[in-house]
């Protein structure tokens, strides 16, 4: 069982079958993630969006949000940050996204080449969490959970804070205006 716990929102894997939807302002802070962790093992959690940037279009899939390796347990405070938390920010027009939380087994601490990691995941989109994950010699996920989000006002914000502009069919109606001020 896996549970995640924003601020004023949580579910777990126990919950329907249905994924529930949060707002990007709901999650726009990093969860407490909990799982079923086996105290003397180490952990490594990836948040992705493979919908980037739409679900019907997820050409750049996958977008990473975040990647924290060497937890102990299921201590995620006190893992190692490899990628710092990037809360929802799905494009205008784009429907639904899913977020979907990762945990993988590691062998030891240390494990996971944490400087090798920091490179891969830099850039956040276009990338395969789980090609990543099998060079790490990661084994499947021991647990995973997922909810999904969709465009709010809110979003524009973060889009300028990753210097990212969306495709033009995605970009809201704040970002078409600024495109032809430029």
Known sequence: VMKVAYSDASF????????PLLTPAQTSSPPQVSWEAKEDTYYTLVMTDPDAPARKEPSFREFVHWVVCDIPGSDVSRGSTVLEYCGPA???????????????????????????AQEVFSGRGGLASH???????????VAAAAFEAEWDDTCDAAHIALDFMP?????????KASNTTE
């Open 90 to 116: 799905p494009p205008h027009s784009s429907g639904k996204h899913r977020y979907v939380f990762l945990v993988y087994e590691q062998g030891d601490k240390g494990d996971v080449d944490l400087t090798a």
């Open 12 to 19: 777990s894997t126990e919950a329907s079958g249905t994924l």
């Open 131 to 141: 090609e990543w994950a099998e060079r790490e010699d990661l084994e499947s996920p």
């Open 167 to 175: 495709p033009p069919q995605y970009q809201s109606p704040a970002q």
